[in-house]
């Protein structure tokens, strides 16, 4: 857990806006206890925070919010699917770089896309990872892919295709 700490808060350095957290309190344990009880890694919550970075500093990516500090980070809700936790869509697994893009830096590359055409290029993207569930879905609904928007019908479209 103190890794993740430490990680969260070396951005602190990279530019204003970042809020720090001071310490690992009850409810942060709680909740990075929480995510490895789901299967996440300390790593996997490093990463996804590595990408959060990104968004929250880098020009070419939009946010609107203020800074949160960890706790607020983690236990996030997804404004669209309130049974996923924000932090999910920063996994690199899970990062869709075209959702975040400013619509400036969007303009720049004079490509604009539909929300349509997003969610295509999402399926593609998970298309991988539901082909390797498709065998066990178990184990699919285990995993945070399950909640994702459009997943069963994914699966019902892949298991149409085997047949």
């Known amino acids: 857990m103190k890794e993740i700490l430490e990680h969260w808060n070396s951005y602190k350095e990279k530019g204003s806006g970042w809020q720090g957290q001071r310490a690992i309190d009850y409810t942060l344990e709680t909740l990075i206890k ?42 996030r809700l997804d404004r669209d699917n309130k049974k996923l936790k924000r932090w999910y869509s920063w996994h690199p ?48 609904k285990k995993s945070v892919l399950w909640n994702l928007p459009g997943c069963r019908e994914l699966i019902e479209e892949l298991k149409g295709t085997e047949k």
């Open 93 to 140: 697994n899970n990062f869709v770089e075209e959702v975040w893009l400013s619509h400036d830096f969007k303009d720049a590359q004079t490509k604009q896309i539909t929300k349509e055409e997003l969610y295509e290029r999402q399926k593609e993207h998970y298309r991988e990872q539901y082909e390797e569930y498709i065998k066990d879905l178990d184990t699919l």
């Open 34 to 75: 929480e995510e490895f009880s789901r299967g996440w890694t300390a790593q996997d919550i490093m990463d996804a925070i590595s990408v959060f970075a990104m968004i929250f500093f880098e020009d070419r990516y939009y946010w609107s919010y203020g800074g949160w500090n960890l706790t607020t980070w983690l236990k």
